[in-house]
T-cell receptor, first 111, second 117 residues
Framework: QKEVEQDPGPLSVPEGAIVSLNCTYSNSAFQYFMWYRQYSRKGPELLMYTYSSGNKEDGRFTAQVDKSSKYISLFIRDSQPSDSATYLCAMSPNSGYALNFGKGTSLLVTP | DSGVTQTPKHLITATGQRVTLRCSPRSGDLSVYWYQQSLDQGLQFLIQYYNGEERAKGNILERFSAQQFPDLHSELNLSSLELGDSALYFC????????????????FGEGSRLTVL
């Protein structure tokens, strides 16, 4: 079993929809949680960064961490075609460690 | 543009050959990470260097090696290549804090796409 599990999708939604992306993990030592967005043929870029449990909001994006359930989520409000990309969750036990990534969820937002 | 530069962007070679991938981190970043991305395995951590020293090893094969030079650029050497080594290889760098720690945010390059025929 991989330490980080993520449904690969693909997920297709109409423009304006609320998108929910999720990851589960098995390592209770993880404390740093991130979401990266990767466009086709590009490197991943950081979207959201959360330490420990709780919620964090940045514009149309909200990240949630539930450490008791070992479950993290990314919500995208008012989704746009430009949000079409692969979304990868990533986590680590310590800020000095390499990140463990999920396999990514492919999202398509249709006009 | 993340500020991380990787060369070459594309590379096609034959089984049994050896290749070298190059990475220049963002200005001021002391840590460099190498990741391999394939369709079935996702992003797999290979190795991390901090200021020229190996800091952590992930799922790196013995046929693969890396180093970080005094000017902080890094090279990933892949030898005795097999068909299964075909993948995207990413380099990332991170903001460096005191004591070799980092903020956790990795900045990725555009990747080097390796095809082994």
């Amino acid at each position: 079993q991989k330490e980080v599990e993520q449904d690969p999708g693909p997920l297709s939604v109409p423009e304006g929809a609320i998108v929910s992306l999720n990851c589960t993990y098995s390592n209770s030592a993880f404390q740093y949680f991130m979401w990266y967005r990767q466009y086709s043929r590009k490197g991943p870029e950081l979207l959201m960064y959360t330490y420990s449990s709780g919620n964090k909001e940045d514009g149309r994006f909200t990240a949630q961490v539930d450490k008791s359930s070992k479950y993290i989520s990314l919500f995208i409000r008012d989704s746009q075609p430009s949000d079409s990309a692969t979304y990868l969750c990533a986590m680590s036990p310590n800020s000095g460690y390499a990140l463990n990534f999920g396999k990514g969820t492919s999202l398509l937002v249709t006009p | 543009d993340s500020g991380v530069t990787q060369t070459p962007k594309h590379l096609i070679t034959a089984t049994g050959q050896r290749v070298t991938l190059r990475c220049s981190p963002r200005s001021g970043d002391l840590s460099v990470y190498w990741y391999q991305q394939s369709l079935d395995q996702g992003l797999q951590f290979l190795i991390q260097y901090y200021n020229g020293e190996e800091r952590a090893k992930g799922n790196i094969l013995e046929r693969f090696s890396a180093q970080q030079f005094p000017d902080l650029h890094s090279e990933l050497n892949l030898s005795s290549l097999e068909l299964g080594d075909s993948a995207l290889y990413f380099c990332a760098s991170s903001v460096s804090l005191a004591g070799g720690r980092n903020t956790g945010e990795l900045f990725f390059g555009e990747g080097s796409r390796l095809t082994v025929l």
